[in-house]
């Protein structure tokens, strides 16, 4: 008998509170769809902070150039949970993800979590055999609110960029409005409904070839035709000297911004480099870790021009609290 597809609801808010409401929603959908569901929520788990320490991408980098033979993870791998729950993720078919929204955009608790991911990155540890199989993720991401967009307007979009990493398709999103107390999601119907058709949509990735699973939310939703974002900003020089009159602030896609005949704002993709720094395409990911790479082999050939500088600033102390 086929083995049953796994999906992970993973969710960061209270306990029996509005994300969690609406992840349960959708995992039951994906239940009835056959699929054998999980709850992680993130309270009930020790994560600690990324340290910053940048052991990953020193790492990956050295390995890459054949100056490491292995890649051995986050220096934080055996002091929390962090490598269980990325293990069941990564072996996992799909997700529901589940995050209330503070100060406009996702809670600390996610991001600790997202930002922690990076020592996981899928493309990188596929390239170098340290991840066996792609697990072709897909997701559907639920953002929750007490407010309208107006007060949630980093929400799907951080959300959504926190997807890169682990190169997981996203096929669906909602943004939960209006929810304050714990609870209070279940006066809206339309929500809980929507939640569901997000269980339905993953469920239906799921069970679609790799190369065929598309977007099966709304078209029209967000700004972004390729992400669905809502943040359209006037793009700036890149690294390389590349620019786009405008960039979508979560994929890196770069085009133009137009009003249509129904006075809706609408990007236009530049249809021939446009695309080259969607960050949902491995190689364009591939291409900013030479950014990095430039940039950090810059630093160490000058170090030694501002050492004096940088001791003066290491000796200068201040009183701390
Ligand atoms: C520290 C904090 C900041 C918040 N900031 C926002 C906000 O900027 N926009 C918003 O719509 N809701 C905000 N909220 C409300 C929560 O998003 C809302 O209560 C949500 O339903 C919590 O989800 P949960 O029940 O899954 O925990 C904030 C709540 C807290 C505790």
Known sequence: MEEKKKIIGLVAGRHNGNSEILVKEALMACEEAGMDCRLINLFDYEILPCTGCEGCTMQMGDVARGILPEYKGCVLKDKDDMDKIINAIQTSDGLVIGVPTYDLAPSALYLK???????YEVSFRLEIGHLKKDPNLVAGLIAVGGSRHDWQTM?????????????????????????????NVLLHDDQIAKA???GQHVAQAVNTPVGERTWLGDPDAGVCPNC???????????????????????????????????????FIIDPETGRDCDRNVNEARAYHLQEILHARIEYMQKQD????????YKDKKFPAI
Not at 113 to 119: D, G, V
Not at 156 to 180: C, H, K, P
Not at 245 to 253: H, K, N, S, T, Y
């Open 113 to 119: 979590y997202a930002h922690r991911a990076l020592a």
């Open 155 to 183: 929400a799907l979009e951080v959300l959504g960029a926190s997807m890169f990493t682990q190169s997981i398709q996203v096929v669906d999103q909602m943004m939960a409005v209006g929810n304050g107390r714990p609870g």
């Open 196 to 198: 569901r058709e997000i």
């Open 228 to 266: 669905h974002s809502s943040l359209i900003f006037p793009g700036e020089v890149h690294w390389d000297g590349r620019q786009y009159p405008f960039e979508c602030a979560v994929c890196g896609c770069g085009g133009d911004l137009i009003i249509d005949e129904n006075k809706k704002p609408k």
């Open 305 to 312: 021009s501002v050492k004096d500088k940088y001791q003066m």
